[in-house]
């Protein structure tokens, strides 16, 4: 017979990321995380995705792996040798044929 194994879940941790203040009668939000104060909900949102949030790393194209699955990302200069290797390999006759 199998022991059940039981879980223990621990609630998430809340973080405040702002706080809101009174500054001569004005409601101001102060980030959390830096000494950053602005005079609305919107622009202390959008300085904390800005800042402190981490972005996403932009699509760069397709991705080459090896056997084994890491991916394998040329050096600039491995792509120019291999341009200049292909330039020196055409002739003019494959290159009439090319514009036909």
């Known amino acids: 017979m199998e ?41 202390i949102l959008a300085h904390i995705d800005d800042v402190h949030l981490p972005q996403p790393v932009p699509a760069s194209g397709i991705l080459v792996a090896d056997k084994r699955g890491n991916v394998v990302t040329p050096e600039p200069e491995d792509e120019r040798v291999f341009v200049k290797a292909v330039a020196v390999q055409l002739t003019e006759e494959d290159l009439k044929k090319l514009i036909e």
Request: contains cysteine.
């Open 3 to 43: 022991k059940s194994k039981s879980i223990i879940l621990q609630e998430p941790k809340q973080v405040r990321l702002y706080d809101t203040f009174l500054w001569s009668g004005y409601t101001r939000y102060a980030c959390s995380l830096c000494a950053f104060d602005c005079g609305s909900e919107e622009q």
